[in-house]
Each structure stands twice: as structure tokens, then as C-alpha cells.
């Protein structure tokens, strides 16, 4: 601060700079909970992959106690499985995984949009619009990276403004899911690769414009109707790429005994960043 006292005649103070307020530094725990989460969200690491705490300790320039932390919480969140003596690694996705999920988003998703008309605030709304906006100019620009996190911000986003802790946390651990299913079958050339996800998110798009504007709306039962069309249409789109032997048996969203699908219990939907051939493993 400039001493008045110091001042010459004549001369004016020096503009005081504007003091930027200080970011909030991530903890080396959130740190690697947040890129391990992308990773594992994007398939840059692949279902099964084995996680090894001395890797992620040299690649984080860690100790183990913030790896630890990181993947326990990502094992909370059903994306980390935890072994005693065998440590942990990314939690595959069986066929009964995917059946599961897309019941469930049947109910969740509407009821998720539902709460966030009715209750959300103005800030709310300013949120979900902008990361509404990012996720659309993210599919235009075919950015594969920003369609998987605008994705995943916007839904969180309108899961926040439900205002309901339990539906927020149950729908963003269903979003993980959703987005790794949704990445089933792409193209491995990462050009291509990101022109195939845009093509299949640009449906997404214009659904989730009018939702948005539903919820801005506080129109509690168009929201809920879209949201059930938005399910749909992104079940439709992951169906038609798997292969033909199971997708006659994703015909949901009708609730089916456990036991007329329990004959594919324990089978694994190999989910790859890179394509496979027809009729290969």
C-alpha cells in the first residue's frame, strides 16, 4: 500500500493493482480422484484395467495415503473395485450392469428433472444453461473430451438443483455409467472417434435443449416427459451398437422377474476404447 506521506507534490499514486482472490488448491487426493474419474469415464483406462498404487504414486508425484483416499472414493462410487490383497482396478460392466442401469435411469431421470423444475433457484438455472451451452458447442466443435465432461457437468448440474442430496448422489453415480455405456463401440482412430460421439451426442443435444428449458421453465411435468424421451432416445442409440446377440435382450424399459434374465448374469459387455471386430472377444 502507498504511504500518503511519501507522496511527492504534483505526482498521483501508482494505480493499486486489482488483487485477484486466491484459488482454492486442490488436495493431491482430489487431484487423482478427479483424473482417475475422467479416465476411467472417457475409457482411457479400460474396464479390469489394474490401478497400482506405486504407479499412481510416481505419476501424481504422491504418497500413497491420497491415492488411497482417491480410490476409495471412486470405489464408492462404483467405479473402482477394491480386493483385499489384490488392490484395485476399474470396475467392468456385466450385461445385467447395463439392464440395471437403464431401469433405473427410467425412474431416476425423470424423477431427478422433475425435482430440479420445481425447486431450482436462479443460480440453478444460470448453471445449467451455461453448461448446457458447453456441452452443445462441445459436440459441434466434435471435442471429445469437452462432450464427456459438459455432459456429465450439465446432468450434475441439474441433479444439484433438485436440492435433494440423496437423488444428487444416486443420479451422478448413474451418470458415470451412462457415459461409459454410451462410448460402447466407437471407432479407435481418435479422429473418428470423436466424430462418432458427436454424431451420437447430437441427438442428445437437441433433447436436452428443450429439457433445459423446461426446468427453466419450472415446468415439472414436461420436464419429467423429456427427460423419459432423453432415456430413451440415448438406450435406442447404445442398443443399435451392440452386438446383435444381445441386443434383443435390452428391449427395456419394461421391469422383467430377475429370473427371466438371469441366464446373463456374470456375463461381461466388453467395453473398449478401441473397436473390436464383429464376432470378436
Not at 484395485?88 to 425435482?115: G, K, N, R, W
Not at 442430496?165 to 461409459?180: H, N, S
Request: with cysteine.
Amino acid at each position: 500500500m502507498t504511504d500518503i506521506g511519501t507522496i511527492e507534490p504534483g505526482k498521483t499514486p501508482a494505480r493499486r493493482r486489482a488483487v485477484k482472490p486466491a484459488r482454492a488448491r486442490l488436495t493431491g487426493s482430489q487431484r487423482i480422484y478427479d483424473a482417475l474419474r475422467y479416465a476411467i469415464i472417457s475409457l482411457t483406462i479400460e474396464p479390469g484395467s489394474v490401478l497400482e498404487e506405486t504407479v499412481l504414486c510416481w505419476q501424481y508425484k504422491v504418497s500413497r495415503t491420497p491415492v488411497r483416499e482417491a480410490l476409495i472414493r471412486l470405489s464408492s462410487e462404483g467405479l473402482v473395485e477394491l480386493q483385499p490383497n489384490r488392490g484395485a482396478s476399474v470396475a467392468t460392466l456385466q450385461f445385467i450392469d447395463v439392464v440395471d442401469h437403464y431401469e433405473a435411469m427410467e425412474i431416476f431421470q425423470p424423477v431427478t428433472c422433475h425435482f430440479a423444475a420445481v425447486r431450482s433457484a436462479p443460480a440453478d438455472v444460470k448453471a445449467i444453461k451455461a453448461t448446457f451451452e458447453k456441452f452443445a458447442g462441445a459436440v459441434e466443435r466434435e471435442d471429445y473430451e469437452g462432450i464427456i465432461r459438459f455432459n456429465y457437468d450439465l446432468h450434475s448440474a441439474i441433479a444439484t438443483a433438485s436440492h435433494n442430496r440423496c437423488i444428487e448422489r444416486g443420479y451422478r453415480q448413474m451418470l458415470a455409467d451412462k457415459l461409459r455405456i454410451a462410448q460402447h463401440g466407437l471407432p479407435s482412430a481418435s479422429r473418428h472417434r470423436a466424430s462418432a460421439l458427436a454424431e451420437r451426442f447430437s441427438g442428445t443435444v437437441r433433447i436436452s435443449r428443450r429439457l433445459v428449458e423446461a426446468i427453466a421453465r419450472g415446468e415439472a411435468q414436461s420436464a419429467e416427459r423429456i427427460a423419459r424421451e432423453l432415456n430413451e432416445y440415448v438406450r435406442a442409440q447404445v442398443v443399435a451398437h451392440f452386438s446383435v446377440g444381445l441386443a434383443h435382450q435390452v428391449q427395456l424399459p419394461t421391469p422383467q422377474r430377475r429370473g427371466d434374465v438371469g441366464h446373463a448374469d456374470g456375463q461381461v459387455v466388453k467395453l473398449y476404447a478401441k473397436s473390436r471386430r464383429r464376432g470378436g472377444p
